[in-house]
């Protein structure tokens, strides 16, 4: 880890602490995070940084299992099954948190590219790219006007809706390093349909990410079609 990386790092974990500090005191979060709560007063005040050790310890331990409880707060379903995470997509400060935590626990390659679907997937889409450094792609289901060149992938439902996805050509090319990321998996159409056009963009898929697996059966589909690592911020009973 170089000098870069390890302020990073730091950085991030005391933002986690001071998520963490807003509804909770300073024994409830030393209890929490087994630091002593006088450090953890320091590192949430500013006043010093914790080491790379303890940093990575908040990251990648309890920050994980803090952020999934705090998702899933946010999420609500209704009678119909349907999710609304609009508490989630909206809060880009929440989800420039979840980037860092999600990148160490599933020990993703560093993409070039980060791609996902629009609409929802743009704002997790555009934490990951930043927290990365990499560029970010989000394929829609309509063709954009002034492009010219797409690639397109399509899929027929078991409802017999067609699903399709159009991503400019220009905005990924092969053998860059693609991380796919989504708000939410629960088939698992959509990230094939983004694994697709990775295929034939000829790119190299670094891994799989979504906030909220709702069931097995979406991350286990994505599972069968790459060997890159595959996984969920939390995940919801499906019914």
């Not at 979504?210 to 599972?223: H, M, S």
């Amino acid at each position: 880890m170089n000098r870069a990386e390890k302020a990073a790092l730091q950085l991030q974990s005391v933002a986690v602490l001071r998520m963490l500090k807003e509804t909770r005191t300073y024994d409830e979060l030393a209890d929490l995070t087994g630091l002593p709560a006088g450090d953890l007063n320091r590192y949430v005040n500013g006043h010093v940084l914790p080491g790379a050790e303890r940093a990575r310890d908040v990251v990648d331990g309890v920050g994980r299992d803090a952020l999934a409880t705090e998702l899933r707060a946010r999420v609500e379903f209704d009678d119909g099954g349907y999710v609304d995470n609009s508490g989630v997509v909206f809060d880009q400060s929440f989800l420039d948190l979840v980037a860092p935590v999600a990148a160490n626990a599933l020990d993703f390659e560093r993409p070039d590219v980060v791609l996902t679907a629009a609409t929802d997937g743009i704002t997790l889409g555009a934490a990951m790219a930043s927290y990365f450094d990499a560029r970010v792609a989000y394929a829609k289901k309509s063709k954009e006007t002034a492009v010219e060149e797409f690639i397109e992938s399509r899929q027929r439902l078991a409802s017999g809706i067609e699903l399709t996805y159009y991503l400019p050509e220009r905005a990924l090319s092969g053998g860059e390093n693609v991380l796919i990321v989504d708000d939410l998996i629960r088939s698992g159409e959509t990230q094939e349909l983004l694994l697709d056009i990775a295929t034939q963009a000829d790119a190299d898929v670094t891994g799989v990410f979504t906030l909220i697996a709702v069931g097995e059966e979406g991350i286990d589909r994505a599972r069968e079609l790459t060997d890159a690592p595959v996984g969920a911020l939390t995940t919801f009973d499906d019914g």
